[in-house]
């Protein structure tokens, strides 16, 4: 999915969040910003948007030395969700269908998402009321039995992880999961709150199943921005699952076998998937022809 002309408030709101969380003096939030906005004009106009704000947020780390602005973040926000699980858990076991419930979670979970939402969007009263009304909440595109059936069909699935915090009721799904061959990804460095392989191992992910990283540090799945063991899993994988907007903008094109589960955000998303803001999204991509299909490339070598 390409960068509409209605991403750059985002990317502003994006920049301002980071620049007030690294520094507190008023001149060199100036001087940051100043350098956003002049290379925001730079990107290349078939980047999609985690792309621009890859490289954004690079750009940032860079200048203040921060290597990881949003760390005390997802630490909080993966003890959070550990303290929700176990009532959480019970919820899924009482309920008439453990699969479905674990997966509307799962998808509820999504809120938790720091690039996308503002501070009080994230905050953990309105976490806790989204999840707990996702239990209830219509899921739009494709059903919960769609995804199983394909899951229990696959040979091997991969589940591309998204958010620290909403990492943790990816345990709870995947631990539900109808299949023996599945393999958790999970990002190579810092992306703005996207989980890294300490985030799945402080939630204790990586004690029930396998996890290996994209060695990327953008939000998404820019595959050239990736390393080549992921690439070579990403193409061999029968069924992807794909949490979060930003995997959607990366890989909307991708030829895969892909499910993508999100909450639906933004009205760009809304209006690339057809679906209205604020759904609950399980979305359906067959594989198609990869002769003429692209997915998820970068801007990492892009001229700015």
């Not at 057809?274 to 997915?295: K, Q």
Request: glycine content about 4%.
């Amino acid at each position: 999915m390409k960068t509409h002309l209605e991403c750059l408030p985002c990317f502003v709101r994006q920049a301002l969040e980071l620049i007030r969380m690294t520094t507190d003096d008023q001149d060199e939030r100036f001087r940051l910003m100043r350098l956003v906005l002049e290379q925001a004009s730079r990107y290349p106009p078939d980047a999609s948007p985690p792309e621009v704000s890859a490289r954004m947020h690079r750009m940032i780390r860079d200048e203040t030395e921060i290597d990881d602005p949003y760390l005390e973040i997802k630490r909080r926000s993966n003890e959070f969700a550990l303290e929700l699980l176990p009532k959480l858990e019970e919820l899924v076991d009482a309920s008439g269908s453990r699969f479905e419930s674990a997966l509307r979670l799962a998808i509820a979970g999504n809120v938790m998402d720091w690039g996308a939402k503002t501070h009080t969007d994230v905050s953990e009263d309105n976490v806790e009321k989204t999840l707990h009304e996702a239990l209830e909440t219509n899921i739009s595109g494709n059903s919960a039995d769609d995804l199983r059936k394909a899951i229990e069909k696959a040979d091997s699935v991969l589940y591309l992880a998204d958010n620290a915090g909403e990492i943790a009721f990816d345990r709870l799904f995947v631990s539900h999961m109808p299949t023996s061959d599945l393999l958790v990804a999970v990002k190579g460095g810092p992306a703005i709150n996207d989980a890294t392989m300490a985030d799945a191992e402080q939630v204790g992910l990586t004690e029930i199943v396998e996890v290996m990283d994209t060695g990327s540090d953008a939000p998404g799945t820019a595959l050239r921005d990736c390393n080549p063991e992921f690439r070579d899993v990403f193409d061999s994988a029968d069924l992807i699952i794909a949490k979060g907007q930003a995997n959607y903008e990366t890989l909307s094109e991708a030829p895969q076998n892909l499910f993508y589960l999100l909450k639906v955000k933004c009205p760009v998303v809304a209006h690339d998937t057809g679906y209205p803001a604020g759904s609950m999204l399980l979305l359906h991509r067959p594989a198609t022809d990869t002769e003429n299909a692209t997915a998820g490339g970068s801007i990492q070598d892009a001229t700015v």
